[in-house]
Antibody, heavy 124, light 113 residues
């Protein structure tokens, strides 16, 4: 049973840095999966913001690329999100998620596994 | 980026009745060499993360009731709940995972009439 547990600061001031971490258990962290961050502003829909594959390659939402970093600590089976210079527009519930990746056939699967979500509020 | 557009934004259906809602992608998410549509449907209830219901446009995930069915190919897709139950009240999102960014539709909110 794959489980994602996430944590991080929930209240930030404008211009501060958002940092969230997601711990993966029950799966081979660096083989067969890719890991993703998704956010959801209050009362709104889901927004994909970035992903990291098992080779360490990353893809980011273009509008966030200059402020966003997704990194991994394979020794701890953690992956992390860092978003710099936050504004009120970054207020959202942030989810970590994972999907299976077949690296032989290069097939991405949808997101089977989700963290519980972390509400991050940016307010002065 | 592939834009996903869902319709309608909300839908009210009587218990036991059929609910059908749609998702359109701005370009095809059909992978010709894999012969699959890279389209998923998720269900999200308040205060919970989304739950994957359907992958590859029409494949139900393990444990998903068979009243949920997905259809379509290329750019046009649908999710049908054949007999709406009270526990199906939720927001439903489509998502393409064909390419990055793996975009979501804006969601369809399903309520009881």
């Amino acid at each position: 049973q794959v489980r994602l547990q996430q944590w991080g600061a929930g209240l930030l001031k404008p211009s501060e840095t958002l940092s969230l971490t997601c711990a993966v258990s029950g799966a081979s962290f660096n083989s067969g999966y890719y890991w993703t961050w998704i956010r959801q502003p209050p009362g709104k829909g889901l927004e994909w913001i970035g992903e990291m594959n098992q080779s360490g390659g990353t893809n980011y939402k273009s509008s966030l690329k200059s402020r966003l970093t997704i990194s991994v600590d394979t020794s701890k089976s953690h992956f992390s999100l860092t978003l710099t210079s936050v504004t009120a527009a970054d207020t959202a519930v942030y989810f970590c998620a994972g999907g299976y990746y077949d690296n032989i056939l290069t097939i991405y699967y949808p997101f089977d596994y989700w963290g519980h979500g972390t509400l991050v509020t940016v307010s002065s | 980026d592939i834009v996903m557009t869902q319709s309608p934004d909300s839908l009210a259906v009587s218990l036991g009745e059929r609910a059908t809602f749609n998702c359109k992608s701005s370009q095809s998410v059909f992978h010709s060499s894999r012969y699959r549509d890279y389209l998923a449907w998720y269900q999200q209830k308040p205060g919970q993360p989304p739950k994957l219901l359907i992958s590859w446009a029409s494949t139900r995930e393990s444990g998903v009731p068979d009243r949920f069915s997905g259809s379509g190919s290329g750019t046009d897709f649908s999710l049908t709940i054949s007999s709406l139950q009270a526990e199906d009240v939720a927001v439903y999102y489509c998502q393409q995972y064909y390419t990055s960014p793996r975009t979501f539709g804006q969601g369809t909110k399903v309520e009881i009439k």
